[in-house]
């Protein structure tokens, strides 16, 4: 492999290792300090393929100081439906990244 090949996949890698650690960051955080919140599943999508399922759950709720915010919710569950109240937590930070209080 040449070395403008093996620099690609290094970089790759870095990138990829930043978006984990900073997701397991947000989900830390939202677990120790998020705030709790009552939503509602808004919509459900599904961003897969012609031969594949990729659902991605939308919840709206409103926030401490009564921002109504559409967000997706990070752990989702595949009993969920469109229309149903949920509770969750969201970082006052990130709010547009919720997670469900199971």
């Given at each position: ?93 990130y709010k ?7």
């Amino acid at each position: 492999m040449e070395i403008k090949g093996i620099l690609a996949w290094t970089f790759l890698l870095m990138v990829c290792g930043v978006v984990i650690l900073f997701s397991r960051k947000l989900k830390k955080e939202i677990e120790q300090n998020g705030i709790e919140a009552k939503g509602v599943i808004s919509r459900i999508e599904d961003k897969g393929g012609p031969d594949e399922i990729d659902l991605q759950y939308y919840v709206r709720y409103r926030t401490e100081d009564g921002e109504t915010i559409e967000g997706l919710l990070s752990n989702p569950t595949s009993d969920l439906q469109v229309g149903q109240p949920v509770d969750l937590k969201y970082h006052p930070k990130y709010k547009a990244n919720a997670r469900l209080i199971r």
